[in-house]
Nanobody, 115 residues
């Protein structure tokens, strides 16, 4: 049974940082890439970042390039999203996804950027 559990969200001021974690179980983590998505209120879920199997290839949405970093720890079966210089428009529910196009999602975690 695939399980994805996000943590690390919360309220932060503009310009601040957060580090999201997604701990996983129920599949062979080291053989698959991982992704982060987000959904702002009233908007569709959108791609944020993904990473390949061994953590060498990373892709980012234009809106987060240079501010967010995705990393993968195969030993801990965890994927991370380091978010720096956060902006109010980064507010939303953040989801991790097994792979790049599977139907396996975490439950999501709220990130709110506000002064």
């Amino acid at each position: 049974q695939v399980q994805l559990v996000e943590s690390g969200g919360g309220l932060v001021q503009p310009g601040g940082s957060l580090r999201l974690s997604c701990t996983t179980s129920g599949f062979t983590f080291e053989t698959i890439g991982m992704s982060w998505y987000r959904q702002a209120p009233g908007k569709e879920r959108e791609f944020v970042a993904n990473i390949d199997t061994i953590g060498e290839l990373r892709n980012y949405a234009d809106s987060v390039k240079g501010r967010f970093t995705i990393n993968k720890n195969n030993r801990k079966k965890t994927v991370f999203l380091q978010m720096n210089n956060l902006r109010p428009e980064d507010t939303g529910v953040y989801y991790c996804r097994r792979g790049w196009n599977t139907a396996d999602w975490g439950q999501g975690i709220q990130v709110t950027v506000s002064s």
